[in-house]
């Protein structure tokens, strides 16, 4: 029998991400290795001081901002993720953008297309911009669906830039022009 997915849709928020909100968990997803296994944190070990010095230093730049990602459960909020825009390029109104969706609990039900969704409204709105892009390499499939549910396209592949399980991999480039 087919297995039927479940395609619930949990509401989510976006709120930008302060040391003294963010939850324990987040710690701990940053350094489980299966979450972080197709992106560049898998390098590094992250105590939380190290996670609290990023999140300070972001919140005092002029170009990145991220934000935590949110659903409503039991009445509360909990924090799930995270999603990131920048650096911003002001002078071409450009970002990159990256995500995070914490725990295997939480995938597949649609939070980080909807978040995705809810940063490009950002882009738009608050920074003006024209153009957003994301990296990613090639077998991670899930967040390369999460783009192209956005109406990202593949504008760039970097051929063999990904080393990964002692196989060379491309990297992808998507864009969406705003
Ligand atoms: C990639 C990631 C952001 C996806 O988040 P998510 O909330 O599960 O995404 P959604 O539920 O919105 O959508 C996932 C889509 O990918 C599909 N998918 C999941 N795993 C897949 C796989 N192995 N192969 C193909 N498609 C896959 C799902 O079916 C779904 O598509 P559908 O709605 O058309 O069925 C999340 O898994 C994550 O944070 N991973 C770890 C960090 C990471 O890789 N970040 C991105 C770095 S570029």
């Given at each position: ?10 509401k ?64 509360k ?19 990159y ?10 995938t ?66 998507y864009?969406?022009?705003?």
């Amino acid at each position: 029998m087919q297995k039927i997915k479940n395609r619930a849709k949990k509401k989510i928020k976006l709120k930008k991400l302060k040391v003294s909100d963010f939850s324990n968990e987040y710690i701990m997803w940053l350094n489980n290795p299966e979450t972080v296994k197709y992106t560049e944190q898998r390098y590094k070990k992250n105590s939380r001081k190290d996670i609290e010095k990023f999140v300070n230093n972001i919140n005092k730049s002029k170009d990145s901002f991220l934000y935590g990602i949110y659903i409503e459960k039991n009445n509360k909020e909990e924090h799930v993720g995270n999603i990131k825009i920048g650096p911003i390029n002001f002078n071409h109104k450009s970002s990159y953008i990256s995500y995070l969706i914490g725990s295997k609990q939480f995938t597949n039900q649609g939070i980080a297309t909807q978040a995705i969704y809810l940063i490009i409204d950002i882009a738009k709105k608050k920074f003006k911009l024209k153009k957003l892009f994301a990296g990613v390499y090639s077998m991670n499939k899930a967040s390369r669906r999460v783009l192209i549910k956005n109406k990202f396209k593949c504008e760039g592949i970097l051929k063999s830039s990904i080393l990964f399980k002692n196989r060379r991999y491309d990297s992808m480039i998507y864009g969406k022009i705003l």
